[in-house]
């Protein structure tokens, strides 16, 4: 057992490294631009934020070909959010949470909300809520709507497996044709008759607020 822990400690540690140790994506063709790329990349990780949002972003549009210009701009959109998703967040701001939060600011969810779900979920980790409302907002659902049916899970009681099984499905729905809040009203029924009777009203408030337009990703 002890061989085990200590076998495990080692390969997070090893993982710790190697993630500090990841080389900054270099843009072809664009000397200026890679640099200030490894500037923001450099400044994000001396702020001890994630990179990895910044990381995985370039490395898409990297291969989609973006024009440099775009990628820097995105990247440092990205490390604002981050620092916006860690403050809505603090003091529970874990790496995973912060970069889960950073992802819902992207979909224009207000930072606000973000600590709602915080304040609101009993657990330390609020990776999960955040991404099932990050999803459901990417379905089509309005950000208002989506933030308040999962903050009224959350009170509810509604776990983890449930929250995310809950935005899949919904995301499953719209897939295949349906419309965002028809795909919500259905699977909202099935969650809410699975929990337990407390918060009821909150619950059934949040299924039938009006819908806006769904955000655009920037």
Known sequence: MRMCTALLAGLCLAARVAAAQEPTPVLPGDRDASAELAKIIAATRAHHLPV??????VQYAIVMRAPAARIVA???AIAARLEIARDALAPRDYPADVAAGEGALSYNVPKVVLTTIRNASPEPSVVVPLGALTQLVASGVSVTRASDIVTSLIRRGASGQQL??????????VRLGGRP???LNVRMRGLTAALAPAGQAAVTQAITTGAAAPPKKP
């Open 52 to 57: 990895d949002p910044i990381l995985e972003k």
């Open 74 to 76: 995105a990247a440092r």
């Open 164 to 173: 995310a099984s809950f935005s899949n499905d919904v995301n499953s729905d």
């Open 181 to 183: 809040d028809d795909a």
